[in-house]
């Protein structure tokens, strides 16, 4: 009896990014806990493994750019892997059609969904940004005497002070999956700021990819939802900072109520009320095949 022939793929992916170590940890828990599984997606990913070994070997390309492009290989083959295998035991939930409309965010539908599920993917118009790319950039061209001085110079000035001051190192994303319009109701999330699958890319993102948002999917680890801000009492407790006690409890709830009201005002990134924080696991877009 012939073998039954394995399914054609209807599309292929286009990484943007992979959160090597973490996908990784994932892909080696699911193998504890479901080696069966694991072993059902490493014999379907097979064929893509040992062609990319083959490539490898007999590359001749510089050994900086050939170590680059194997963890890219690798990292791609280990992500298809983990979202085959935690898609297959119900552990990661497409919610793209759910968190379309603004109706299921302001209902608390979505709420429900993230509580439920902790890894979660979506596919809709995505913002990604190195601010602090675009930030260096800014300050080389007030440097270089381009822009003269005037409203518009201190417009300039105030905007790459503002980035490096509210956005941390590291690509951020913001999606919109109810329509940019309905910005309220986003997913966020930063990428790692060293990581070995993009770094060579990060200079170039603005040019491949533009400012706009672009259609990608995203996986990601749910971090938090958002909550309404209400301006948190900041009190000084005599004895916490007057070098006579340090009360570390007291102080770490000064930090915190600090931190939440930095979030609130807009200074700290943070999930919009009815938003979703999340810890990105990859990034990449869909290329049907045809059939």
């Not at 059902?40 to 070997?57: I, L, N, T």
């Not at 599920?117 to 300050?139: E, G, Q, V, W």
């Not at 940019?180 to 170039?204: C, I, N, P, V």
């Not at 603005?206 to 948190?232: E, M, N, Q, Y």
């Amino acid at each position: 009896m012939n073998e039954q022939e394995e399914p054609t793929p209807s599309f292929i992916r286009d990484f943007l990014y992979v959160d090597l170590g973490r996908v990784r940890s994932l892909l080696s828990q699911l193998e504890e806990g479901l080696p069966e599984k694991v072993e059902q997606a490493r014999e379907k990913f097979s064929k893509w493994d040992a062609g990319a070994k083959a490539v490898f070997s007999a590359s001749k390309t510089s050994q900086e750019s050939e170590k680059s492009s194997e963890t890219r290989t690798f990292g791609d083959l280990h992500f298809s892997m983990f979202e085959d295998v935690a898609e297959s035991v119900n552990i990661l939930k497409d919610v793209t059609e759910e968190t379309s409309t603004p109706d299921a965010w302001t209902r608390g539908e979505v709420s429900k969904i993230v509580d439920k599920y902790k890894i979660i993917r979506f596919s809709c118009p995505t913002r990604i940004m190195d601010m602090h790319h675009f930030a260096n950039t800014l300050d080389q061209v007030l440097k270089s005497g381009m822009i003269p001085r005037g409203p518009q110079k201190n417009i300039f000035e105030k905007v790459k002070r503002s980035i490096k001051l509210m956005y941390p190192p590291g690509v951020t994303i913001r999606a919109f999956p109810a329509s940019q319009s309905h910005d309220d109701y986003s997913f966020t999330g930063t990428l790692l700021d060293k990581s070995e699958y993009m770094d060579q890319e990060r200079a170039t993102l603005f040019a491949r990819h533009g400012v706009k948002p672009g259609d990608w999917t995203t996986v990601g680890l749910v971090s938090r939802s958002g909550r309404k801000f209400i301006t948190p009492e900041i009190n000084i407790t005599p004895g916490v900072l007057d070098g006579k006690i340090v009360n570390r409890s007291k102080l770490e709830e000064i930090i915190e109520n600090i931190t939440d009201y930095l979030e609130g005002v807009g200074f700290s990134e943070a999930p919009s009320a009815l938003g979703v924080a999340i810890i990105p696991l990859a990034i990449y877009r869909t290329i049907p095949i045809p059939e």
